[in-house]
């Protein structure tokens, strides 16, 4: 055996994939994941961190309603450290049809959504930032989930069992004997160097960009995508979910994430060529701002932090609407369905299935390999949330815990245990709105593959909190020029960061956030001379 | 109450328009909302060229020692910047060879100070550069507070301690005939510079960290206490509520502490300085100037406001206060003829006459005061 030959490749570093290499590493196989560029950086990493309760599609989808509550009741066990037990409303405005809700109520129950009609006025005492004028409430059991900390803990969970990780390398084609599928080609967008590995089964677990790697296959996929823009704002103004108890539509969502609260979608079909570089518009903004307001009318004079827009995978059927499009989960065997063979696509689902979509591509996988040791993922704890809770962890470790310990220990659960803290050195703060130390910092750099700020990002929330970066990028950038022996690596790497701050900044550039940013851009030109 | 002058606005802008006006013998009082610009400055006086020397020698006078030399400064991430007119605290290079060997010295756990990028820059010009840190135990009592490592409490430290800094620095040395250090130092008293400099056995500059800027709050402290000492009225942590306009002239301004006392005054100056000091104010679909609601000079198309590229020159930071050539600034058309908008709050409107950045700040001060001394109402 090389060590360039595998059971089975899984390409895509989102959620799905990082799920896949995890069940697959826990069956036993030899897995590599081999993603273009970081974790989480498609759809994963760009939605409203909801845990759905599957509530959501009730109405319109029972099976998907159905697995999202499973899934939810599982991921609140097995990531526990991810996911905040908010719980959700659906709530009826003036304007809305009140039917509505007895239909939604009664859908809900039949999928298996313990679901609760509220009286407004005990809705509005439990999440004072609804609007007040509701006329009805159904509470269920939503959550909010942390969708970097959960692709990074099933990464890490996947590589604990053995699994190879290749970030920042791209598929650039595949290695055909006859009509299998036998390997990939890649591209180090680091190193710039390419590969070549080899597996029996390759499984496109790429999100939206699946549709390029199945056509680099020689099949195709007929996957639309369907950005959705969404606003974060810069306090937690809701403590529990709310959505719309209506059909589907724009800015419906309310979610409550850590410090901030994000408020989306829309929904607007774009072409393939666009999904690297989506932007958020003015209309997209006001919009977002005007129907969120009506979920919450605190929203109306909140502070935004930024805009991003995400590229939902959704794969095609017979309707142009792209909110009418199945949401499902599609698992293709290629195999079955074009006569290649060791070709597997996972896609369509739900961040809050991912992990079914884990174990079917498995089990597929499984099958095909003649493997046969069933699905523990839905028992086994992830790196984090194995034992018992991050505050009884932290109340171990320290006596004392301060707001910066308490927000690692949040962000990490049990793994906080392995952040260097003895020191007052390792525990000066880094990053002053997300309470990050300089151990957490480099930890991170140590254990999970940081090769820039942008990693290190979506691993600490760095830079996450109001000022977007503009003070911890440079001392991180500092820590991170130490770590990599490079500073001109790392001067580069800030300004790619800053870039990347400013293209969520600009759409919603006005009031505190102009100032934030005039701010910002004087100190990189006159006194940073960056 | 009544004034020559009222100034509102404290900052570089303001106070320089006040210690001309209060050195020519006119009473005038200045309205400061409290922190501003001064207090994250780079110690370059940018596009201060014209006035170099009028500057250096109002500054004196104040205590604030400049460098009115051409050269380079080393900045904070390790890049040189072409300057004429600097604060005391930039040591000025003739070129970018600055030294044979440098020892770069930091606090232990201080991230605000980049010397790694400092050294590789060093090194790349074949300068080389040791880095070593220092760690005081009178400075252990601000880590107990994991945010408390920023340049200003360690200043504060060094006005006590920079002794047992310079001791320590002294055993460190080897053969290096450039030391360089954070500007951190003298936050109460420049002289402490000097007396680094005499203590240590090489040369000695200093390089900017991230705000808040240390020499720049001293600066502003130093001429804040020049414009009293010559007999100015600071009105600090204050704020306008109103002003009295009519006909083209403001007659007197109202302020929050001062309730219903009303300031009177021939002439006034506004330099409030831009977004980030609120002198200027951004909604969804308007920039507006929140004071007086002077006209503006902006685009009311927001795409119109911004570069994508975060390190280009962003449109909106040309947004400004509009003015005529003598600095009046207008409500709805008309110029406002004993009024004067100065500094930041022009945006770079102006920039063609008066430059940007701190130079537009003191070049549009001069303008004003100027003007008023002359008597051109």
């Known amino acids: ?530 | 109450m009544r004034f020559d002058t009222v100034i509102i606005g404290g900052g570089l802008a303001g106070l320089t328009a006040g210690i001309s006006l209060q050195e020519a013998g006119r009473k005038v009082a200045i309205v400061s909302a409290g922190q501003n610009a001064m207090h994250f400055f780079s110690g370059n006086f940018e596009d201060a060229g014209p006035v170099r020397d009028r500057v250096a020698a109002l500054f004196a006078a104040a205590g604030v020692r400049t460098n009115a030399t051409d050269g380079l400064q080393l900045m904070a991430m390790g890049k040189f910047k072409n300057v004429s007119l600097t604060l005391e605290d930039v040591t000025v290079f003739p070129d970018e060879h600055i030294a044979e060997k440098v020892l770069l010295v930091n606090f232990a756990g201080y991230h605000d100070f980049f010397g790694t990028f400092i050294a590789e820059t060093l090194e790349n010009l074949g300068i080389s550069c040791r880095i070593r840190f220092v760690r005081l135990a009178e400075m252990e009592s601000l880590r107990t507070s994991p945010s408390e490592m920023r340049s200003v409490n360690i200043a504060r430290m060094m006005d006590e301690y920079w002794e047992k800094v310079v001791t320590d620095i002294r055993v460190l040395h080897k053969d290096e005939d450039l030391i360089l250090l954070p500007q951190v130092f003298g936050l109460k008293d420049a002289a402490v510079l000097d007396k680094i400099r005499k203590a240590l056995p090489a040369r000695v500059a200093f390089v900017g960290t991230m705000p808040p800027s240390v020499p720049g709050i001293r600066t502003q402290m130093l001429l804040k206490h020049r414009f009293e000492v010559l007999g100015g009225t600071f009105l600090m942590g204050d704020e306008v509520t109103s002003a009295a306009l009519h006909e083209g002239i403001i007659s007197s301004i109202t302020t929050r502490n001062l309730d219903t006392v009303r300031l009177f005054a021939d002439h006034f100056i506004i330099a409030t300085g831009g977004f980030f000091s609120k002198g200027l104010v951004s909604t969804p679909t308007q920039v507006y100037e929140p004071l007086i609601g002077l006209d503006m000079d902006y685009s009311e198309d927001r795409n119109a406001w911004y570069n994508e590229e975060f390190f280009e020159s962003q449109p909106y930071m040309n947004f400004g206060v509009k003015t005529d050539a003598e600095l009046h600034p207008f409500k709805d058309g008309e110029p406002i003829r004993n009024m004067y908008a100065i500094g930041s709050i022009l945006g770079n409107t102006r920039k063609e006459d008066f430059g940007t950045a701190a130079g537009l700040a003191i070049r549009t001060a001069f303008a004003a005061a100027d003007a008023i001394k002359g008597g051109n109402v």
């Not at chain 1, 950086?41 to 029972?62: E, F, I, K, M, W």
């Not at chain 1, 074009?338 to 991912?354: P, R, V």
Request: aromatic share 6%.
């Open chain 1, 1 to 530: 055996m090389k060590n360039n030959e595998y059971d089975v490749i899984i390409v895509g570093g989102g959620i799905t994939g990082a799920g896949t290499a995890r069940d697959c590493a826990m069956r036993g196989l030899r897995v590599l994941l081999v993603e273009r560029y970081d974790i989480a950086t498609g759809a994963t990493g760009r939605n409203h961190g909801l845990l759905h309760s599957g509530a959501r599609y009730a109405v319109t989808d029972q099976e998907s309603a159905n697995e999202c509550i499973r899934e939810n009741m599982i991921l609140r066990r097995i990531a526990s450290h991810c996911v905040d037990e908010t719980d959700g409303f659906f709530i009826t405005l003036p304007e809305d049809d009140l039917n509505y809700q007895t239909k939604f109520f009664e859908s809900c129950l039949s999928a298996g959504i313990h679901a609760e009609i509220m009286d407004p006025k005990e809705a509005l005492r439990m999440e004072p930032s609804i609007n007040p004028d509701i006329i009805g409430a159904v509470k269920v059991p939503d959550g909010s989930v942390d969708p970097f900390r959960l692709c990074a803990a099933n990464m890490l969970d996947a590589k604990l069992h053995g699994a190879q990780v290749l970030l920042y390398s791209e598929v650039t084609g595949f290695i055909k004997d006859g009509d299998r599928i036998v390997g990939i080609k890649t591209f180090n967008h680091q190193t710039h160097k390419t590969g070549e590995y080899y597996a029996n089964i390759t499984v496109n677990a790429a999100g939206i960009w699946g549709h390029h790697i199945a056509e680099l296959a020689g099949v195709n996929i007929d996957m639309v995508p369907a950005k959705g823009a969404l606003l974060i704002f810069a306090h937690r103004v809701n403590g529990i979910v709310i959505n719309r108890c209506r059909k589907p539509s724009n800015a419906d969502i309310l979610v409550p994430g850590d410090t901030v609260c994000i408020i989306g979608t829309t929904s607007t079909k774009i072409p393939f060529d666009k999904c690297d570089t989506v932007t958020v518009t003015p209309d997209e903004v006001n919009l977002l701002i005007e129907e969120g307001a009506k979920l919450a009318p605190a929203l109306a004079s909140t502070r935004i932090l930024r805009a991003f827009a995400g590229v939902r995978p959704l794969v095609a059927a017979d309707s142009n609407d792209s909110r009418n499009i199945s949401r499902g989960i599609v698992c293709l065997d290629h195999e079955k369905r074009e006569g290649l063979k060791g070709f597997i696509s996972i896609t369509g689902g739900k961040l809050t299935t991912y992990r079914l979509m884990a174990e079917m591509a498995t089990d597929l996988v499984c099958e095909k390999l003649s493997v046969n040791k069933p699905c523990e993922t839905a028992n086994a704890p992830l790196p984090g949330s194995d034992g018992k809770s991050f505050r009884e962890v932290a109340q171990k470790i320290w006596d004392n815990p301060t707001t910066g310990q308490k927000a690692a220990a949040g962000r990490l659960g049990t793994g906080v245990t392995n952040i260097p803290a003895a020191s007052s050195l390792d525990q000066s703060l880094i990053c002053e709105c997300e309470q990050v130390s300089v151990g957490e910092i480099n930890s991170a750099i140590e254990r999970w593959d940081v090769n820039g700020l942008r990693d290190l990002r979506r691993r600490t929330r760095v830079g996450m909190g109001p000022c977007q970066g503009e003070l911890c990028s440079c001392r991180a950038a500092g820590l991170l020029a130490k770590a990599h022996g490079c500073t001109d690596r790392a001067r580069a790497d800030l300004q790619r960061f800053m870039t990347e701050r400013w293209k969520g900044m600009y759409p919603i550039g006005w009031g505190d956030a102009l100032r934030e940013a005039e701010y910002t851009q004087w100190i990189y030109k006159h006194v940073l001379g960056v």
